[in-house]
């Protein structure tokens, strides 16, 4: 098994190796539906000991997204994680290296198309964080409408919450950049991601997650609670919007100014300076882009192979 983005902070995790579905997974993720119409999906690392972003996963939920739609009788969806250790601990670093470029940009897009469908539900959603929440899980996370966290894991532990792809050379690819600038103070945002500096739950900024709870056992309820104060969703991702330029872009130059401009740091400013005059579609695409370009770098390559190699 490759070790993944979560091992960063000495955890397992995975990227995807491929991106179209087979037969043998076209099977759904575990979801119920209560008297009061909130649904509960649960996400589920298979045979891996943690949740992690491979294809099955991925497809996983698509399937279980087109069983979700097709019913009449959901008000909103709660995503939850089965494993007590993280939410989604990344993406398989192994699986994704192995592909070829072209093969890359087919995998992110599927993803994008995948994660896209959440933030389109026509009610709302929240997630539901109970461990580490890294790169493509902080990702996934953010495409509900709300984010909901404990401030431990189930064995008392405080955890990161982070995108951490530019520790190892690369980017996010599903529109963190984009994303948390629009959660959180924009400056701080843009800076954590071009350094690749998770947080920790027991210092997060502000606006991170909509409601701090004490323990994974109060997520449920303060879930149900919340979605029942929400009704009304968002046709995208809350995300770095062009109607708010000066804001955004005063914050760019600010981040710029105070961060060690690597390559991974220019792509992930790319990224954000497109959102900023072309909107989220625009930013994405360049995000995967600068990902598959990244990933070729000499600094990149160095820093994923020394990290692989202790897989």
């Avoid at 759904?28 to 099955?56: H, K």
């Avoid at 902080?138 to 990161?160: F, N, Q, W």
């Avoid at 996010?172 to 920790?200: E, H, V, Y």
């Avoid at 959102?275 to 000499?298: D, F, M, S, Y």
Wanted: glycine content about 10%.
């Amino acid at each position: 098994m490759g070790r993944g983005i979560l091992a960063v902070l000495s955890e397992n995790g995975g990227f995807l190796r491929d991106f179209m579905p087979t037969s043998t997974q076209q099977n759904t993720l575990r979801f119920e539906v209560n008297d009061a119409g909130i649904a509960t999906l649960w996400l589920d690392g298979g045979e891996r000991p943690v949740v992690v972003l491979d294809r099955t996963l991925i497809q996983r939920l698509n399937t279980t997204l087109d069983s979700i739609e097709q019913r009449d009788d959901i008000k909103g969806l709660v995503l939850r994680s089965d494993c007590e250790r993280v939410f989604i601990a990344g993406a398989d670093l192994a699986e994704i290296d192995s592909l070829d470029d072209p093969a890359l940009h087919a995998y992110l897009a599927f993803g994008t198309t995948v994660f896209g469908r959440i933030s389109a539900l026509t009610f709302p959603t929240v997630a539901c964080l109970n461990g580490a929440t890294l790169g493509g899980g902080l990702e996934v996370a953010m495409h509900c409408d709300g984010v909901i966290a404990a401030k431990t894991t189930s064995r008392g532990k405080p955890y990161p919450i982070g995108l951490p792809e530019a520790g190892l050379g690369i980017c996010p690819g599903w529109g963190g950049s984009q994303m948390l600038p629009a959660r959180i103070d924009p400056t701080t945002a843009m800076k954590a991601t071009a350094t690749g500096t998770p947080f920790m739950v027991t210092d997060l900024p502000e606006g991170l997650v909509d409601v701090l709870v004490e323990t994974p056992n109060d997520l449920q309820e303060i879930a149900e609670v919340w979605l029942s104060n929400h009704g009304s969703t968002q046709p995208t991702p809350k995300a770095i919007c062009p109607s708010e330029y000066d804001k955004y872009s005063v914050a760019l130059e600010t981040a710029k100014n105070e961060t060690e401009l690597t390559e991974a740091a220019q792509g992930v400013f790319q990224a954000v300076e497109t959102g900023i005059r072309e909107g989220w579609a625009a930013a994405v695409a360049i995000e995967q882009c600068e990902l598959v370009r990244l990933r070729n770098t000499p600094p990149a390559r160095e820093k994923l192979e020394a990290f692989l190699s202790k897989g």
